[in-house]
């Protein structure tokens, strides 16, 4: 794959997500018209469900750390750090980070919180992580297995993952949606996902299917 391709994909990114934040955020905070709300609740319900999702998880696990991986606005960061876990919020969008630095500071929980302005393939860090989750990040990553080594050398205990689910009617209209605003948007397949996992290093412990994604844990081997 040429470079100048992967350095285009992430130009677009940054500038869509800087131009979305925003509006992105509220899907979390409800802060739209009634009418917005409800097409959120119904045509965004995966959003929800891999939010609850997490949060079973990480009572299972109970992480004294943890790190998110394209945090976005910051909202399971906030949500981890209040269960008691330190929390590292990696994000190349400063739009996004910046507003999860007022959510953090307004939900008192900075003091358990960190954030890095940076794609993860140059984060350059010795941390390991009880959990490390990728959530709503997978959509937009042409090739998953340079990312998928740097968060396994990352994780201690458990990975958490949702990824787009290919060949659903929904991911189609999606697919066309985010191109036409620019950003590009990826999709996969189960055993697709598995054997990425794999070949880095993990074994996947449980595989579900919320809505549109496949929602993985896994464990380093």
Known sequence: MPTSDIKTDEVRLVEYWSRIAPDFDAIYTGNKNPVSRALDRWLRKDI??????VMRKAEEIKPASVCDVGCGSGRFVASLAKRGARVTGVDFAPDMLKLARQLTTSEGVSDRCEFVLSDI??????????????????????????????????????FLSAWPRAGTVRMRIRNVRLKMAGCPVYFFHRNQIEEYLRRVGFRVESSEILGQLYCIQATPV
């Not at 929800?48 to 999702?53: G, L, T, V």
């Not at 959530?135 to 205990?157: A, M």
């Open 48 to 53: 929800y469900e891999r939010y609850a999702w």
């Open 121 to 158: 393939l140059d984060w350059k860090t010795s941390d390991r992580f009880d959990m490390v989750i990728a959530i709503g990040f997978w959509d937009y990553v042409r090739d998953p297995i340079p990312r998928l080594e740097v968060i396994r050398n990352l994780t201690k205990r458990s």
